[in-house]
């Protein structure tokens, strides 16, 4: 049985920055692509970005050049790095293992497992 675990998230002000990170147990981490999704507030669930098992990435364009994916195999783990915080960043994100190992899709039903989601709030 494949467990996601989010934390990192909280309160903080625009500009700030904060680094998620998804602790993954059970399964093979390193052999699936992960992706970070975000829901805020009546709004349906979105892809923020992705690596795949090579370490490729690919991102929303809302968060290029401000959000970095990264992971650690050794430690299966993958992280979400946030810069430049906007108030339009503020929802529940949510890391996921995809059903696949290179290609980085967005669509939430290509992800087999999830977490249950972390705040992150940013105040203005």
């Known amino acids: 049985q494949v467990q996601l675990a989010e934390s990192g998230g909280g309160l903080v002000q625009v500009g700030d920055s904060l680094r998620l990170s998804c602790a993954v147990s059970?399964?093979?981490?390193?052999?699936?692509?992960m992706g970070w999704f975000r829901q805020a507030p009546g709004k349906e669930r979105e892809f923020v970005a992705g690596?795949?098992?090579?370490?490729?990435?690919r991102y929303a364009d809302s968060v290029k050049g401000r959000f970095t994916i990264s992971r650690d195999n050794a430690k299966n783990t993958v992280y979400l790095q946030m810069d430049r915080l906007k108030p339009e960043d503020t929802a529940v994100y949510s890391c996921?293992?995809?059903?696949?190992?290179?290609?980085?899709?967005?669509?939430?039903?290509?992800?087999?497992?999830w977490g249950q989601g972390t705040q992150v709030t940013v105040s203005s």
């Open positions: 996921a293992q995809a059903r696949t190992a290179y290609m980085i899709v967005l669509s939430t039903s290509e992800y087999a497992y």
């Open positions: 059970g399964g093979t981490f390193s052999d699936y692509a």
């Open positions: 690596i795949n098992r090579a370490s490729g990435t």
